[in-house]
């Protein structure tokens, strides 16, 4: 389970780090909405991709993946309150809050 939910999460994180870092303009569009200034965005995704590795070096070097899923849970929580701040629609939450969710599954899963 903690190989599933670890490749899942990284995914995740290389999906969404990726599009910041690479600028693409639906994700463009999401930054001007919450009002994150374009270098602090650019800094978000570089963490989700540094996230992303360091949970899946974690499957082999346990507290490399506690440490970039808790790093990864701290950014979620920060999405969370970007979408607060802004009153964002209550499906961007969900969709936040379910990323939060799995993040903290593969956490427990991972240092149980």
């Known amino acids: 389970m903690d190989t ?3 490749i899942l999460v990284a995914a995740t ?5 990726s599009i910041k870092v690479f600028g ?12 994150v200034p374009p ?7 570089v963490l989700e991709l540094l996230g992303a590795v360091g949970v899946l070096v974690g499957l ?3 507290w490399v993946g506690t440490a970039a899923l808790v790093g990864l849970a701290v ?6 309150g ?15 809050v379910m990323t939060l969710a799995l993040v903290v599954a593969a956490l427990v899963v991972h240092v149980a």
Do not use: N
């Open 60 to 62: 082999g070097v346990g």
């Open 75 to 80: 950014l979620m929580i920060g999405a969370l």
């Open 39 to 45: 270098g602090l965005w650019r800094l978000i995704g």
């Open 13 to 17: 994180f290389l999906f969404s780090g």
């Open 4 to 6: 599933l939910l670890s």
């Open 82 to 96: 970007s979408r607060l701040r802004v009153r964002d629609t209550a499906v961007m939450l969900a969709v936040d």
């Open 24 to 35: 693409v303009p639906q994700s463009l569009a999401v930054r001007d909405h919450l009002g």
